[in-house]
């Protein structure tokens, strides 16, 4: 079974600080999502990688910023947490073949 | 623009019934349609796949359908359990391009014994 693991279910972080939310996958998958989830508004697309060093902006890129050194690895970095960035964060990879999405677990970040 | 639209936003019914769940797109040009099923808490996962040629798709006690002319689909739920409480997320994606699947809001069902 394909396997998308993210690092943190749960995080409580003060206004400006800096956050890591980190991704994997385990099926050698070349394109992955970072997205977050709010009531009422939906999976709304923060950045996307097609492959390795490769991003790009989604949606609602301000605030964030993405990492893909290793094909298996995609992080997302909030430089300097703010209370509006509170959310569920979803990171989900794409299987090329059939272009099923797989989602992680959900990251919940509180910014106090 | 591409959007996707999905009612009812909310849906309570009793254990057993059946029900209906409506998605309209103006994704386009057409590539496939996907109902993800997420329980509170987790991630979404995918129920079935619909692609341009395909009318109806079961999954279980699921029934996708897709009228590509009208540009609808919906997802029926037959003799509902418990566990059927959920988001229902109808989700696009386009052929060509960047092929980025595009979301609808979700309906929120609950099923009560």
């Known amino acids: 079974d394909v396997k998308v693991t993210q690092s943190s279910r749960y995080l409580v972080k003060r206004t400006g600080e800096k956050v890591f939310l980190e991704c994997v996958q385990d099926?050698?998958?070349?394109?992955m999502f970072w997205y977050r989830q709010d009531p009422g508004l939906g999976l709304r697309l923060i950045y996307f990688?097609?492959?390795?060093?490769?991003?790009e902006k989604g949606d609602i890129p301000e605030g964030y910023s993405v990492s893909r050194e290793k094909k298996e690895r995609f992080s997302l970095i909030l430089e300097s947490a703010s209370t509006n960035q509170t959310s569920m964060y979803l990171c989900?990879?794409?299987?090329?073949?059939?272009?099923?999405?797989?989602f992680g677990e959900g990251s919940r970040l509180t910014v106090l | 623009k591409n959007q996707v639209e999905q009612s009812p936003q909310s849906l309570i019914i009793l254990e057993g019934k059946n029900c209906t769940l409506q998605?309209?797109?103006?994704?386009?040009?057409?590539?496939?349609l996907r109902w993800y099923k997420q329980d509170t808490g987790r991630g979404p996962v995918s129920l079935t796949i619909?692609?341009?040629?395909?009318n109806t798709k079961s999954n279980g006690r699921y029934t996708a359908t897709l009228d590509a002319d009208t540009k609808q689909s919906s997802l029926h739920i037959t003799a509902s359990q418990l566990s059927d409480s959920a988001s229902y997320i109808c989700?696009?994606?386009?052929?060509?391009?960047?092929?980025?699947?595009?979301f609808g809001r979700g309906t929120s069902l609950i099923v009560h014994p």
């Open positions: 989900a990879s794409r299987s090329t073949n059939t272009g099923e999405l797989f």
């Open positions: 099926m050698d998958h070349e394109n």
């Open positions: 990688s097609y492959d390795v060093k490769m991003k």
């Open positions: 998605c309209n797109y103006t994704v386009s040009p057409f590539s496939n």
């Open positions: 619909m692609t341009f040629s395909e």
């Open positions: 989700v696009v994606t386009p052929s060509g391009g960047s092929y980025i699947p595009t």
